[in-house]
């Protein structure tokens, strides 16, 4: 079902998230086995993964720490005591029967992640009730051999945090910035690689359906694993058609557990929705409550790197850039890293910005590299963008210079030289070049000279082309006005 404005009329979304975020650890949450991704099947296993009867989790210390710096960079109270629970299903690749979470005492409550700008200024933001820390279940291979499910259980144990929202969203174009926002805040505090394609970062979406300018709460359903934000965004618009039809039929909502099928762009129900009686949770025997040194608590916070709010914050008052410029040059800690040191060896951070955001991730795509793997080092680029700055070269010829620096490891200013490739800005040269092209370009040049100053662009185009790029274009453009003056 698609989403259309006459189904949708009237009626207002109400969402959560739970996000679902792998920490990034050697080993998993509760046992010294492997938490490595990509291995052959079933190789990272012991007797806590396989929940072999006598088997003792031992909690992560590593893990623990991740966590707690997670819940800090979204804002959240970490409390100093938290359980462990069992909470109970039964799936083919959760061999325990009970996942270890947390339940009525969670790691951390009550954060705030911003996702953008009111109209009257404010910021736009969205409460997060609690952060838990859990263990991940195992993983059922549909796909591989016809008629049979497979288990892989590399996965069980890995240690995540849930991060569960408040139903204060109201758009899936709301829910995808607050995922963005949530991965980023994630990446920049090191404590995942939040790779949704991975697993490492999945998403359930909870909505319901309300007549618009309702306060009460409808039915809700429950979107699970969607490890994609235009898949987030998507089966919200869906889910939220569907309802809103069921409902303008004079039907009903059922609570069920979706799932989402991008190939066939549809939302289809899996199961009931379980409700936390349903989990049979209480508290883990074979753990002692977590307790955490207020003291150790504060050191975390403290040393926290600068969060995204934070850095676009600074960029925009020291830069003097857009805010479209300052969202770019800040998706990641590399990119921002990375354009501040270009600015400090260039000297001129619109320069770096428009450099790096334009001709350097332009090559890094077509080479299909990381950044950091760029063969031109940020002196290199900073000395190049200073030449470009002095007008030394034109933009034209640095990037040409760009294309050798990326070759081999030379000098800016020898490549310049080397190649004839330094801006040419004695006047006798360039009126030389301007009577040469007066004299190839009659018809233009008199109607110029008329005063059609359209045909200027095109006329110094004419130099730029018989100088081979080295006349500087501005004295090129003040020499054409002399002549009309």
Not at 132 to 148: I, L, N, Q, T
Not at 231 to 251: K, N, P, T, Y
Request: proline share 5%; charged share 25%; hydrophobic share 40%.
């Amino acid at each position: 079902m698609t989403l259309s404005a006459d189904v949708t009329a009237g009626w207002e979304m109400v969402i959560g998230l739970e996000i679902h975020c792998q920490l990034r650890t050697n080993t998993k949450l509760f046992s010294a086995a492997s938490a490595n991704f990509g291995d052959a099947p079933n190789q990272n296993t012991d007797v806590v993964c396989l929940g072999l009867p006598g088997a003792l989790p031992v909690c992560n210390r590593r893990a623990i720490e991740l966590a707690t710096r997670a819940s800090l960079g979204l804002a959240c109270a970490v409390h100093p005591v938290s359980v462990f629970a069992r909470k109970h299903y039964f799936y083919p690749d959760l061999p325990k029967g009970y996942q270890i979470s947390q339940f009525d005492r969670p790691l951390a409550t009550a954060g705030r992640v911003i996702i953008g700008t009111l109209p009257d200024g404010t910021p736009r933001a969205i409460t997060i009730t609690r952060v838990h820390v859990e263990e991940d279940a195992g993983k059922s291979v549909h796909d591989r051999y016809p008629g049979f499910t497979a288990i892989d259980l590399n996965r069980a144990g890995t240690p995540l945090i849930e991060i569960v929202s408040e139903p204060e969203i109201r758009s899936s174009a709301e829910a995808g910035a607050y995922v963005r926002a949530v991965k980023q805040i994630l990446e920049y505090t090191d404590v995942s690689d939040a790779n949704m394609e991975e697993g490492s970062l999945r998403v359930d979406v909870n909505i319901s359906t309300r007549p618009r300018g309702s306060h009460t709460l409808g039915t809700r359903t429950e979107i699970k694993n969607l490890n994609t934000i235009s898949g987030v965004e998507r089966s919200i618009d869906i889910e939220f058609a569907r309802q809103c039809a069921v409902l303008a039929a004079g039907g009903s909502v059922e609570q069920r557990t979706m799932l989402w099928d991008g190939v066939r762009n549809e939302v289809r129900p899996a199961r009931e929705k379980e409700g936390s009686h349903d989990y049979r949770y209480f508290p883990e025997p074979d753990l002692p409550p977590l307790v955490l040194d207020p003291t150790w608590i504060d050191a975390q916070r403290a040393a926290l790197p600068e969060l995204p709010d934070a850095k676009r914050a600074r960029f925009a008052s020291l830069y003097g850039l857009t805010a479209v410029e300052i969202d770019a040059l800040t998706a990641t800690v590399a990119l921002a890293d990375r354009f501040e040191a270009m600015a400090a060896a260039g000297g001129d951070a619109k320069r770096a910005a428009n450099w790096l955001l334009g001709t350097v991730l332009a090559a890094i795509n077509a080479r299909g590299i990381a950044l950091e793997a760029h063969p031109v080092s940020v002196e290199r680029l900073g000395a190049l963008i200073r030449l470009e700055a002095e007008g030394a070269v034109s933009n034209t010829a640095a990037k040409q210079i760009f294309a050798r620096l990326e070759e081999a490891d030379d000098d800016p200013r020898a490549i310049a030289e080397r190649e004839g490739l330094l801006q040419v800005s004695d006047d006798s040269a360039l009126a030389r070049w301007i009577d040469e092209v007066f004299a190839e370009l009659p018809a233009e040049t008199a109607r110029f000279l008329a005063g059609e100053k359209k045909l200027q662009g095109v006329l110094v185009g004419a130099v730029m082309r018989k100088s081979g790029g080295s006349a500087d274009p501005r004295k090129v453009n003040q020499l054409l006005g002399a002549r009309v003056g």
